[in-house]
């Protein structure tokens, strides 16, 4: 069907701009550039955690923006829905909604730890020690779940 195809299109563009975005953010960065050198900014944890956080809402923006789209296919029928989110599951399709699971639970983090830094703004002096245990619960988080979620990938996967 065209619609589903159309859909289809839509979620792979999404995605693929979502990944550009980041590309872009980190490459600008980086000045990963030949005609500058180094880094913009040395700033620490601080700017790395802000442009995480900003990769990672803009990707979890692009899902649900698609995932809306692809939703609003099942008022044309239920088999221009099943068509549709037959995309999502493809054996390859699995790595972006690893990343997706990553992308939401460390923007959840992050906020959190941005929450407490609104409120008791003391707490920005320990800025790195929060950072690591952010990176050691996201860690927790993301680790077992990745692996629970990429096995049946793996092994529906024509290389392995």
Excluded at 88 to 94: A, C, D, E, L
Excluded at 117 to 144: C, N, R, T
């Amino acid at each position: 069907m065209i619609a589903a195809k159309a859909i289809e299109t839509l979620v792979a563009v999404m995605t693929i701009a979502a990944g550009l975005f980041a590309l872009y953010i980190t490459v600008d960065l980086l000045r990963l550039r030949k005609s500058a050198k180094g880094p913009v900014y040395r700033g620490g944890v601080g700017q790395w955690s802000w442009v995480a956080h900003r990769i990672t809402g803009v990707g979890v923006v692009a899902f649900l923006f698609a995932h809306i789209v692809d939703t609003f296919a099942v008022g044309f029928g239920p088999e221009l829905y099943d068509e549709t989110i037959s995309l999502y599951k493809q054996w390859w399709f699995t790595p972006f909604e690893v990343l997706l699971v990553g992308a939401v639970l460390f923007h959840a983090l992050n906020g959190l730890r941005i929450i407490l830094f609104d409120f008791w703004p003391g707490l920005a002096q320990k800025q790195k020690q929060f950072a690591v245990a952010e990176v050691v619960l996201f860690m927790v988080g993301f680790i077992p779940a990745a692996v629970f979620m990429l096995r049946p990938a793996i092994e529906k996967s024509p290389f392995f």
